[in-house]
C-alpha cells in the first residue's frame, strides 16, 4: 500500500484468511499517505515511531476503522509525541492532514503496548516483536499464520551504535521476507571512527570560537548525537523537539545500549526552550543539537538565520536528506532555501553518514544467513534493482509496485 520502490510512506498488507496492516505512515515531503486498506482489517503493527511509518495512523481512525495497533511502548510515545507535533505543523503549513488531535487520541486508545521477544496471539495469528536496532523502540515482525513463518524487518540496523545494540537476526525457518533496502546500493563508515570524526570537528568548531550546529531528527539521531559529541568535552545545547524524545527514551530505556549513560549525558546537556534562550545561545562556543535533522522546521531556522554568515561556525548533516527538502538543497546547491530565507551560507557545511538503516553488505549477509523461500524488497529506491541481484544469486525476490499483490 507503501514504501513500493520509494522510501518513506510505509505500508504493507498481508491477507492470511484475516487482513493485517504493517505500518501507515506519510511521505514527509508531499505527506502522500498510502492506499487504505479494507475496512475488515484486523489490526495493524508499527514498527517504530518515524512518521514515515506512523505517520497516516490517525487517518484510519478518522475513517472509522476500529482494529487494534500493536506497537512497543516507547513507540507508543513516541509517536504520540511525534503525530501531534505533525498535525501542528501542517496546520500551520496550511495543509489537511486528514486527521484530528481526537483521531490522534482515538488512534492512542486503540494501541496495545507489547514487549519485545514474547509472542502473542492476534485472530489465528501469532505475532513477536524482536529489536530492531533502529531507534528506540523500534521493532521487526515476525508473523505466524497459514502454516508460514513471515517476517517484516520494519527499518533495521545490523551496525552497534553508541545508543542502540544491533538488530536481533537469530530467525530461523523464515518463508518470507519483507524488508526495507534503503541503503542496497552503499555501505556506511565505521560508526566508531565516525563518531570521532564528528568529536575532532565539533571541538575545533568551538574551540575556535565557533558553534557547532548539529540538525538531528528528534528520534534516535538527537540521542546518538548527545553521546557522540559529549565525550569532546565542549558545551552541549539541546533545543527542539530531541528534548522530549530523549526524557520519554531514558524514562523507558526498552531497547538501549546503556540508558544510564544517555541519562548522564543528557543531564550535562543544557536546554533551550525559549527565543530568549536561543539568542543567549548563539553568543558563546558550544555545540547545538536541535531539530529539524532535515532542516525543514523547527528551531535549526533561527540558527542557521543567525550564523550563516559566520566562517568560524559549522553545520553538519547528520542522516538522509529528503529530496525537494532544505537538506537536500542545501548539499545539492550549496543554498539554504526556505518560505523564510534564502542564502548561501559561509559557515563550514558538511554531510555525515550516520545512518540508522542497514548497510547492504549486512543485508546480503542477513540475507544470506536467514535464507528464505521468498523475498519482498521495500522502502528503498533501487528496489528493483537490488531484486535482479539478489535472484542472479539463485534467490525468489521481487520489489512490488504499490498496488501489487503477491500470492504466498
Do not use: W
Amino acid at each position: 500500500m507503501g514504501s513500493g520502490r520509494e522510501v518513506g510512506r510505509s505500508a504493507i498488507l498481508v491477507d492470511a484468511g484475516e487482513r493485517y496492516v504493517f505500518d501507515y505512515g506519510v511521505n514527509v515531503q508531499t505527506m502522500e499517505i498510502p492506499i487504505a486498506p479494507p475496512p475488515d482489517t484486523r489490526c495493524v503493527f508499527l514498527s517504530h515511531a518515524h512518521l514515515d511509518h506512523s505517520g497516516a495512523l490517525p487517518t484510519l481512525y478518522a475513517c472509522g476503522y476500529e482494529c487494534r495497533t500493536y506497537m512497543t511502548q516507547t513507540t507508543q510515545r513516541l509517536s504520540e509525541m511525534l503525530l501531534n507535533d505533525s498535525l501542528k505543523v501542517q496546520r500551520l503549513r496550511g495543509g489537511d492532514p486528514g486527521f484530528s488531535a481526537e483521531d490522534i487520541v482515538k488512534t492512542l486508545q486503540h494501541s496495545q503496548a507489547v514487549p519485545f521477544d514474547r509472542p502473542f496471539n492476534v485472530g489465528h495469528a501469532v505475532a513477536t516483536f524482536h529489536d530492531a536496532g533502529h531507534v528506540p523502540g523500534s521493532a521487526s515482525v515476525l508473523l505466524e499464520a497459514c502454516g508460514k513463518r513471515m517476517l517484516y524487518t520494519g527499518d533495521i540496523n545490523f551496525m552497534d551504535t553508541a545508543l542502540m545494540r544491533s538488530a536481533y537476526k537469530d530467525f530461523e525457518d523464515i518463508d518470507v521476507l519483507i524488508t526495507e533496502c534503503t541503503y542496497s546500493y552503499k555501505n556506511h563508515p565505521d560508526r566508531s571512527k565516525l563518531a570521532e570524526e564528528l568529536r575532532k570537528r565539533v571541538k575545533a568548531t568551538v574551540d575556535g570560537g565557533g558553534i557547532a550546529l548539529l540538525p538531528a531528527f528528534a528520534v534516535g539521531r538527537a540521542q546518538e548525537t548527545l553521546l557522540s559529541v559529549t565525550p569532546s568535552g565542549v558545551p552541549v545545547l539541546m533545543d527542539g523537539m530531541g528534548i522530549d524524545a530523549t526524557r520519554i527514551v531514558i524514562h523507558l530505556a526498552e531497547n538501549l545500549a546503556s540508558a544510564k549513560r544517555l541519562s548522564n549525558d543528557f543531564e550535562k546537556a543544557k536546554k533551550i526552550r525559549r527565543q530568549s534562550q536561543r539568542s543567549s545561545a548563539v553568543e558563546k562556543p558550544a555545540a547545538i543539537i536541535t531539530t529539524s535533522g532535515m532542516l525543514q522546521g523547527g528551531p535549526v531556522g533561527f540558527y542557521i538565520d543567525r550564523l550563516h554568515a559566520r566562517r568560524d561556525c559549522s553545520l553538519t548533516l547528520l542522516g538522509y536528506q529528503v529530496e525537494g527538502l532544505p537538506g537536500r538543497t542545501l548539499m545539492d546547491t550549496g543554498r539554504y532555501v526556505t518560505d523564510a530565507i534564502d542564502v548561501k551560507p559561509e559557515m563550514d557545511v558538511r554531510f555525515m553518514d550516520f545512518s540508522s538503516h542497514a548497510s547492504r553488505d549486512d543485508l546480503l549477509y542477513f540475507i544470506r544467513k536467514l535464507s528464505p523461500q521468498k523475498i519482498l524488497l521495500f522502502h528503498g529506491e533501487r528496489a528493483t534493482e537490488f531484486a535482479a541481484e539478489l535472484k542472479g544469486m539463485g534467490f525468489d525476490a521481487a520489489a512490488p509496485a504499490n498496488g501489487d499483490s503477491v500470492p504466498i
